[in-house]
């Protein structure tokens, strides 16, 4: 992979990753940090960062205020975030609606810091749109249509299969491999697609780095090479010197798929789900959409694969300190539909009516002078929950509250609470995020966190049926 020698500009584009840590995130440092001035994005802070030029900073994506303060002075950003893991120990909420939070935070805050460019590699969208895709397809056109949304101009690069040493994607396929010397393969491995190598990918990433032709654009890419997922696992068995009876049966069971490729491709749930739920459509790069830029000399997945496993580079990565995590915090998202169009303040306003109205006498709340809202139980003075509005972080469409007391929470000075507008007001995400109860943990996660769940839904039919 000979990417490394790149000309070094007198003035370097400041160009921050999020989602650095990651297989593509690792090898674009190794390859251009000499190129850009380099800002990777960690959770965590670094401990021993094994290249001084490229500059590592801590962040928590969940808040935009954390966001904001890293992407400052920032010309360029790659996005690589793609359903992150679980931060908190309960997690209240579907990878879909925690992607698109992710995606409207960085939005915003790349909006606030006026970076110029959002770079998304996301993957393949098939040419039948709506119901009929995946979750995951979905979600990935969700994330683009959100950081597109703002000031900053957004890249999508929707890439196939990336072939490369250490890439989540091929060891999959290299241990199904390994790992079965008779495949019987469900239907879907007859769809077809167009794997790309890291190699060109990379190239293709580093064309696009603030490059105005492509401001504003969706771009597929894969090789010129069409083929099924079938003739991979043949084409891999061949590099890797095994013989291997590879075979398709006419049935396609997802759950048993997922099992199949999950066991024997030693590959975490996470990974596996949406590669599966996507294959039963065909992901070939559009003759509109594909990446014209320049002329690229593809590998083929055979090619590919030879690289991959011929690999002798090894990345040298950052050690981070552990974090300095809160115990038994919670996180919960969920995404309302919003057919009138009702900007989050309203529905924020809406919302500490309805609650009291729901419950009728069992809860009861009011606004004081100072701003905060104080909701109580029956008929008792001490508060059950306060929330104090932050005016300074909210605006008609975000509505921001730390959690400031009550004697449900363990920790005042920790969570908060907001409603905001996303996809053009389409929805409403309500989150709570970093709550610490004060009751103890068992006796939490089967009451009052199944107890919110409820409330919220019922809040969202609330706001989906209303007539005025």
Not at 97 to 105: E, R, V
Not at 253 to 280: H, I
Not at 357 to 369: A, V
Not at 381 to 398: A, H, Y
Request: net charge positive; glycine share 6%; proline share 5%.
């Amino acid at each position: 992979m000979e990417l490394t020698d790149q000309p070094i500009t007198v003035s370097k584009p400041t160009v921050a990753i999020a989602g650095a840590g990651g297989y593509v995130g690792r090898w674009f440092i190794h390859h251009f940090r000499h190129k850009y001035n380099i800002i990777a994005l960690s959770r965590k802070k670094v401990k021993d960062n094994p290249y001084p030029e490229v500059t590592w900073k801590q962040v928590e994506l969940y808040s935009i205020s954390s966001t904001t303060e890293v992407l400052r002075n920032v010309d360029v950003a790659i996005y690589l975030v793609h359903s992150m893991n679980a931060s908190t120990r309960l997690n209240q909420g579907s990878f879909e609606d925690t992607d698109l939070l992710l995606a409207d935070n960085f939005s915003r805050a790349a909006h606030l810091n006026k970076v110029k460019q959002i770079i998304y590699l996301g993957g393949l969208l098939p040419k039948e749109t709506g119901e009929k895709l995946s979750r995951h397809l979905k979600s990935r056109l969700e994330v683009e249509q959100t950081l597109g949304s703002r000031s900053a101009k957004l890249t999508a690069i929707r890439a196939s299969i990336i072939v490369g040493p250490g890439g989540s994607s091929f060891d999959m396929i290299k241990n199904l491999v390994k790992n079965l010397p008779v495949l019987m393969c469900p239907q879907w491995t007859e769809s077809l697609t167009q794997p790309i190598s890291l190699r060109d990918t990379l190239d293709i990433i580093d064309t696009c780095v603030g490059n105005e032709n492509v401001y504003g654009k969706a771009i597929e890419i894969g090789n010129p090479e069409v083929i099924s997922y079938r003739k991979m696992l043949e084409l891999t068995a061949e590099e890797l010197g095994k013989k291997r009876l590879v075979f398709s049966v006419p049935v396609f069971s997802l759950g048993l798929s997922k099992l199949w490729v999950g066991f024997f491709g030693e590959s975490p749930p996470q990974l596996v789900s949406p590669l599966v739920e996507s294959l039963r459509h065909t992901l070939t790069v559009s003759e509109e959409l594909k990446f014209q830029e320049k002329a690229i000399d593809y590998l083929s997945y055979k090619e590919s694969v030879r690289e991959a496993l011929d690999s002798t580079i090894e990345l040298q990565n950052p050690t981070f300190h552990p974090q300095d995590k809160v115990k038994n915090t919670v996180r919960s998202i969920q995404r309302m539909a919003n057919p009138q169009g009702d900007t989050a303040t309203w529905v924020a306003q809406r919302y500490n009516i309805w609650l009291p109205t729901f419950f009728k006498f069992w809860i009861n709340g009011k606004m004081l002078e100072s701003g905060e809202i104080v909701f109580y139980l029956l008929w008792t003075k001490k508060p059950m929950l306060e929330l104090t509005l932050i005016p300074d972080r909210s605006e008609v469409n975000r509505q921001l509250f730390y959690i400031s007391g009550g004697w449900l929470v363990k920790r005042f000075d920790h969570g908060w609470l907001e409603f905001r507008g996303v996809l053009d007001n389409r929805y409403i995400i309500s989150a709570i995020h970093e709550f610490v109860p004060r009751l103890p943990w068992l006796i939490y996660v089967n009451t009052q966190a199944r107890i919110h769940l409820w409330v919220m839904n019922r809040f969202k039919k609330y706001l989906a049926n209303r007539l005025n």
